[in-house]
């Protein structure tokens, strides 16, 4: 368990998810932020400008934190395999072996749905189910979630992978709307932060896992029974009662 007040490094902090877990987390914990950005305004937290890719910086960054909430990554569906190495491939590599090294005790993988993007549409992915990647993203991500995998046996760190669905911000996003193909898979911001907490709070007993990450939506593509029973991950939101108060 990641106590209120203990350090947390935000990796791709200056994204629009890290900017937000920035602003939520700001108070509860003691917040260490980077990317290979500088954020769009100053959340009143240490902000490094560092590569991912640059295994040095990552040992830095990750001196004193008790947890990583990893989001550093190319997120694009269409992302091609030139950025994929470097930055999901290489980069998480040396975030998993930086953290190992710098004695953090949790790394939160953000993880995608697009990691079993190619289920049919008709039926609810579990978490049981094997990996069936929709594109070459979600494959990337695969890769992230083994080597989790690898950290928690073979190394003792504790690593929990959250397969985010489609992220909004209610009012702000094209998604949220009635003919919208992926109502079952929307997960909301707020509901994001709820369940990024949930995995920092959960046991240090919890060696790994792998959770699905959708909101309390009507229909939902993604199973969150584990997210549930393991995390106490309880999501708010819903997508389709979203849509019909727009």
């Given at each position: 368990?990641?106590?209120?007040g203990e350090t947390i490094l935000i990796t791709g902090a200056s994204g629009r998810i890290g900017s937000y877990l920035a602003r939520h987390f700001s108070g509860r914990y003691t917040l260490s932020l980077t990317d290979a950005r500088p954020p769009v305004e100053d959340v009143g937290h240490p902000f490094a400008q560092a590569d991912i890719t640059n295994l040095?910086?990552?040992?830095?960054?990750?001196?004193?934190?008790?947890?990583?909430?990893?989001?550093?990554?190319?997120?694009?569906?269409?992302?091609?395999?030139?950025?994929?190495?470097?930055?999901?491939?290489?980069?998480?590599?040396?975030?998993?072996?930086?953290?190992?090294?710098?004695?953090?005790?949790?790394?939160?993988?953000?993880?995608?749905?697009?990691?079993?993007?190619?289920?049919?549409?008709?039926?609810?992915?579990?978490?049981?189910?094997?990996?069936?990647?929709?594109?070459?993203?979600?494959?990337?991500?695969?890769?992230?979630?083994?080597?989790?995998?690898?950290?928690?046996?073979?190394?003792?760190?504790?690593?929990?992978?959250?397969?985010?669905?489609?992220?909004?911000?209610?009012?702000?996003?094209?998604?949220?709307?009635?003919?919208?193909?992926?109502?079952?898979?929307?997960?909301?911001?707020?509901?994001?932060?709820?369940?990024?907490?949930?995995?920092?709070?959960?046991?240090?007993?919890?060696?790994?896992?792998?959770?699905?990450?959708?909101?309390?939506?009507?229909?939902?593509?993604?199973?969150?029974?584990?997210?549930?029973?393991?995390?106490?991950?309880?999501?708010?939101?819903?997508?389709?009662?979203?849509?019909?108060?727009?």
């Amino acid at each position: 368990m990641i106590a209120a007040g203990e350090t947390i490094l935000i990796t791709g902090a200056s994204g629009r998810i890290g900017s937000y877990l920035a602003r939520h987390f700001s108070g509860r914990y003691t917040l260490s932020l980077t990317d290979a950005r500088p954020p769009v305004e100053d959340v009143g937290h240490p902000f490094a400008q560092a590569d991912i890719t640059n295994l040095e910086a990552m040992h830095r960054l990750c001196q004193g934190a008790a947890a990583v909430v990893h989001l550093a990554a190319d997120p694009s569906t269409k992302a091609a395999w030139e950025s994929l190495l470097p930055n999901n491939i290489v980069g998480a590599y040396n975030l998993f072996e930086a953290a190992r090294a710098s004695g953090c005790r949790r790394v939160v993988f953000a993880s995608t749905i697009n990691t079993v993007g190619s289920y049919p549409r008709d039926m609810q992915v579990h978490t049981g189910l094997p990996p069936r990647p929709g594109n070459l993203y979600g494959a990337s991500k695969v890769w992230g979630e083994t080597l989790a995998r690898l950290y928690a046996d073979q190394h003792g760190l504790s690593a929990i992978c959250l397969r985010f669905g489609a992220v909004v911000e209610p009012g702000s996003s094209e998604w949220l709307r009635p003919d919208s193909p992926l109502l079952d898979s929307i997960l909301t911001m707020a509901d994001l932060a709820r369940l990024v907490e949930a995995a920092l709070a959960a046991p240090e007993t919890l060696r790994f896992g792998v959770f699905h990450g959708v909101s309390n939506n009507r229909h939902k593509r993604l199973d969150i029974s584990d997210a549930r029973d393991v995390l106490g991950y309880a999501p708010q939101d819903d997508s389709y009662a979203l849509v019909e108060g727009l």
